[in-house]
Nanobody
């Protein structure tokens, strides 16, 4: 089993910054790829960005240049540094991991409980 626990959300004014953390535990490798998603009120969950097993990152166009994903493999913790926050960044932020469990490629997907980010104008 794998557990993902997000933290670091809160209320911030537009232009401010927040740093989210996602701590992974259980049967997940230190280099397992992980992603950040977010869900705004009344909207579908969308991908914010991802980090690969090699540490490469990619981002949604809406947050490029403002958000940065990093990972401390020793701690199995992923981070999302969010700068220049805008009201439209408001939502619940989730971390996600897809864990391959055998050589045939079977995998399980895991989600954290989410952390609320609210950006006031």
């Amino acid at each position: 089993q794998v557990q993902l626990v997000e933290s670091g959300g809160g209320l911030v004014q537009a232009g401010g910054s927040l740093r989210l953390s996602c701590a992974a535990s259980g049967r997940i490798g230190r280099n397992n790829p992980m992603e950040w998603y977010r869900q705004a009120p009344g909207q579908q969950r969308e991908l914010v960005g991802a980090i690969t097993s090699e540490g490469s990152t990619n981002y949604a166009d809406s947050i490029k240049g403002r958000f940065t994903i990093s990972k401390d493999n020793a701690k199995k913790t992923m981070y999302l540094q969010m700068n220049s926050l805008r009201p439209e960044d408001t939502g619940v932020y989730y971390c996600h991991a897809r864990v391959v469990v055998n050589v045939e490629g079977a995998a399980y997907e895991f989600w954290g409980q989410g952390t609320q980010v609210t950006v006031s104008s």
